[in-house]
């Protein structure tokens, strides 16, 4: 019924974003958030380019002299795809790196585990 609704690649995006964010949500390792966090980003980028995409148009260059735009797709969603993706890969290195500093300092990635020590520490304080 749902499929009646939707193109395979919109549900393909909605699965991902699913499975991106219960890992984000219920993860407790920061890698395996991180990865949840990407896998969002990959079904939304899924998605908008599903949205941009019209069957029987062509990309938006001018070959033949024909300059309706109803013949073409419009190039905007293909535009914020890149800038997302750009955008995402460089939330991804800023929280590797933070999180390279975080395993540093207390020697886990569990969130439950540095909470408790961040706790302790400000006890002893």
Not at 80 to 91: K, N, Q
């Amino acid at each position: 019924m749902i499929t009646e609704l939707l193109s395979n690649e919109e549900v393909a995006a909605i699965v991902l974003f699913g499975i991106g964010f219960t890992m984000l949500l219920f993860q407790k390792n920061l890698i395996k958030k991180l990865i949840g966090m990407n896998i969002m980003d990959s079904g939304v980028f899924l998605f908008l380019a599903s949205m941009g995409y019209i069957g029987g148009r062509k990309a938006p260059i001018v070959t033949d002299g024909i300059a309706e735009a109803e013949n073409y797709i419009n190039p905007l969603p293909a535009g914020l795809v890149l800038t997302g993706i750009v955008v995402s890969v460089s939330v991804t290195a800023v929280m590797l790196s933070l999180t390279i500093r975080l395993y540093r300092r207390f020697h886990t990635l569990d969130l439950d585990n540095v909470y408790e020590l961040l706790k302790q520490k400000a006890e002893e304080k």
